[in-house]
């Protein structure tokens, strides 16, 4: 796939965002809960890691799901709670590097896949957002 969406922000934006990359929820049951989404609604399996990170290959929202018990002893990947979206953006630590500068929370600095580059922050409410980038360039 490699269309290119037009970006979802206003020319002004700060960190400009192509577009919404991903829907994570969180588990503490990663081989129960990848069934069930598969065996109710037939979703495929698209990219995993392990046992800490499963996608269904869902598009052109991908949804996953991630254990981030599989990671315990590093706090930054103790991810329990709420769903989190990812933005696509065209470069996370640029995109980073604007939030820090208007003070938003850094939770997880820019890392980098084999596939993609992200980076955790958080809404004034708490919420956690992920700035994405895809290294074949496609969004969405």
Same mark, same amino acid.
């Given at each position: 796939?490699?269309?290119?969406?037009?970006?979802?922000?206003?020319?002004?934006?700060? @960190?400009?965002?192509?577009?919404?990359?991903?829907?994570?929820?969180?588990?503490?049951?990663?081989?129960?809960?990848?069934?069930?989404?598969?065996?109710?609604?037939?979703?495929?399996?698209?990219?995993?890691?392990?046992?800490?990170?499963?996608?269904?290959?869902?598009?052109?929202?991908?949804?996953?799901?991630?254990?981030?018990?599989?990671?315990?002893?590093?706090?930054?990947?103790?991810?329990?709670?709420?769903?989190?979206?990812?933005?696509?953006?065209?470069? @996370?630590?640029?995109?980073?590097?604007?939030?820090?500068?208007?003070?938003?929370?850094?939770?997880?600095?820019? @890392?980098?896949?084999? @596939?993609?580059?992200?980076?955790?922050?958080?809404?004034?409410?708490?919420?956690?957002?992920?700035?994405?980038?895809?290294?074949?360039?496609?969004?969405?």
């Amino acid at each position: 796939m490699s269309r290119v969406p037009p970006s979802l922000s206003s020319p002004d934006a700060l @960190v400009p965002v192509r577009a919404l990359d991903f829907v994570m929820y969180n588990t503490k049951d990663m081989h129960g809960t990848r069934a069930f989404y598969q065996k109710l609604f037939g979703f495929q399996p698209g990219e995993e890691w392990e046992d800490f990170w499963s996608e269904f290959a869902t598009a052109p929202l991908t949804l996953c799901l991630n254990d981030g018990t599989s990671r315990q002893g590093d706090p930054k990947w103790d991810w329990h709670g709420a769903a989190c979206v990812a933005l696509a953006v065209d470069d @996370v630590p640029s995109a980073i590097a604007q939030c820090r500068e208007h003070g938003v929370t850094i939770l997880i600095e820019p @890392v980098e896949t084999r @596939v993609c580059w992200m980076a955790w922050i958080a809404d004034p409410a708490g919420n956690r957002l992920c700035l994405h980038s895809r290294k074949n360039g496609t969004a969405g």
